[in-house]
């Protein structure tokens, strides 16, 4: 069965890279601060060999201290810094990963693999739009193939299509290219056209059960499932990239202007001294994951993470859950979806917006009015609004019954909501609109005041 793949090459970035000469801050580890520059190059080139070679054995843990140690060597290195983000990327740590990977693009813009990288790092903490930001600002060296299915695991399928449906017209366009715009089209709800472009290289008998994994695949519960599934990685719980390994570009050094003085004193020139900005990312919220599995995924092939075929894809067992679904949540052309259970009374009319915000997901609409009441007792900010819900129609988790807040015209307005429940311990994120239709459940409130 041809692979689909986006790939994400280590290997280049930590062999065979010319360094820059700087000196690190790295504290408590043997760098160029306490040696020679030579010495420093040796300690860098070292360690970096040492995490391609961890990463293509699957130690996530000692490729990430590995690049530490080469990054903290030879900071100003672009090539060890991207190394260090990919280590981050295959030890399940998306927000480092990110920090890393900013920084190789500050000191080499034009890593087109960094890019890609950085934008699925954006992707897997539910960040869709800095991750669009990423391969719009950088379309010139990311190829379309990876580009297109990026773009589509972002929330904009629609675009997607378009690039990878130019990309598949080219003469040498290969089965990677059709199977990233076969997965994308199914993403954008595109089934039919899906299949039948899944069918050029996928041998007929697998056709259908491509068809089924991408319809779970389409219906992540977690912002990372989709990005851990493709690259075949765990989430972890992630502290942030170590504060000593910021990059601290040289700064100028502005000089005061000396004011006029008696002759017989000297003119002194006061130097004013520029704080480095430290930007530590964000650690997330301790709560342990388990992300999506991939049959036959392999972490690092060839001291490379690969996007694989998405076969098999097991999600979280059910419960009050976030999920994180950037792109519609598209069912197979023909799918019968279950009816969502409503109240006796009229419900309001469906507010316009493409953006809805998601408090949870639960067995059974019940246990879902009871959800949302708690969460209005919790979260004054929900009180202004009525709830929407879909029941999930097939699969393992046919019959869960979403919850969410709609009517929001832009993801920004659907992101600032979901910031002020998640402030007052809540937890939400943000998708685009699927089949979900407005509801009314009479809050417990409401209930008292009645009797």
């Known amino acids: 069965m041809k692979r689909m793949s986006i790939k994400i090459a280590v290997s280049a970035f930590a062999l065979g890279v010319s360094t820059i000469g700087c000196t690190p801050e790295g504290a408590g580890i043997e760098s160029a601060s306490s040696t020679s520059?030579?010495?420093?190059?040796?300690?860098?080139?070292?360690?970096?060999?040492?995490?391609?070679?961890?990463?293509?054995?699957?130690?996530?843990?000692?490729?990430?201290?590995?690049?530490?140690?080469?990054?903290?060597?030879?900071?100003?290195?672009?090539?060890?810094?991207?190394?260090?983000?990919?280590?981050?990327?295959?030890?399940?740590?998306?927000?480092?990963?990110?920090?890393?990977?900013?920084?190789?693009?500050?000191?080499?813009?034009?890593?087109?693999?960094?890019?890609?990288?950085?934008?699925?790092?954006?992707?897997?903490?539910?960040?869709?739009?800095?991750?669009?930001d990423s391969l719009e600002a950088h379309q010139a060296i990311i190829a379309p193939t990876d580009r297109g299915l990026a773009y589509a695991l972002a929330g904009d399928p629609v675009l997607a299509v378009d690039i990878l449906t130019n990309a598949a017209r080219a003469p040498d366009a290969d089965a990677k290219t059709r199977q990233n715009l076969a997965l994308s089209l199914a993403l954008a709800g595109r089934w039919q056209e899906a299949k039948v472009v899944a069918s050029q290289d996928v041998a007929p008998q697998e056709v259908d059960k491509r068809i089924m994994a991408w319809a779970a695949f389409s219906q992540p519960k977690d912002a990372a499932d989709q990005v851990a599934s493709l690259l075949g990685v765990t989430p972890a719980y992630d502290p942030g990239q170590p504060t000593r390994l910021a990059l601290v570009q040289s700064a100028p050094v502005a000089l005061a202007a000396a004011e006029p003085v008696a002759a017989s004193e000297p003119v002194v020139a006061e130097v004013v001294a520029v704080d480095p900005v430290v930007e530590v990312a964000a650690a997330p919220e301790p709560e342990p994951q388990t992300a999506a599995a991939v049959e036959a995924a392999q972490p690092v092939v060839e001291q490379a993470l690969a996007m694989v075929e998405t076969a098999a894809v097991v999600f979280l067992p059910r419960a009050e859950i976030v999920q994180a679904v950037p792109a519609r949540a598209a069912q197979p052309v023909g799918a019968e979806r279950s009816p969502v259970r409503t109240a006796s009374f009229a419900a309001p009319e469906q507010n316009g917006g493409r953006y809805v915000v998601q408090i949870g997901a639960y067995d059974s609409a019940a246990v879902a009015e009871d959800g949302w009441n708690r969460a209005v007792r919790r979260h004054k900010v929900l009180a202004g609004y009525s709830p929407s819900s879909m029941t999930i129609g097939e699969g393992e988790d046919a019959g869960l019954v979403r919850v969410s807040v709609a009517g929001f015209a832009s993801e920004r307005d659907a992101l600032k909501v979901c910031g002020r429940l998640k402030a007052g311990g809540g937890k939400c994120f943000v998708r685009m609109v699927a089949a979900d239709a407005p509801v009314r459940w009479a809050s417990v409130q409401r209930r008292v005041a009645s009797r």
């Open 37 to 132: 520059e030579a010495r420093a190059m040796k300690i860098a080139a070292k360690a970096a060999g040492k995490a391609a070679k961890a990463l293509a054995k699957g130690q996530t843990e000692k490729a990430v201290e590995q690049a530490e140690i080469a990054v903290a060597a030879q900071p100003n290195d672009a090539g060890y810094r991207a190394l260090l983000g990919n280590a981050y990327l295959a030890a399940g740590r998306f927000a480092s990963a990110e920090s890393a990977l900013s920084d190789a693009l500050t000191l080499n813009g034009a890593d087109g693999r960094a890019a890609l990288s950085l934008a699925l790092a954006q992707t897997a903490q539910g960040d869709w739009a800095g991750a669009r």
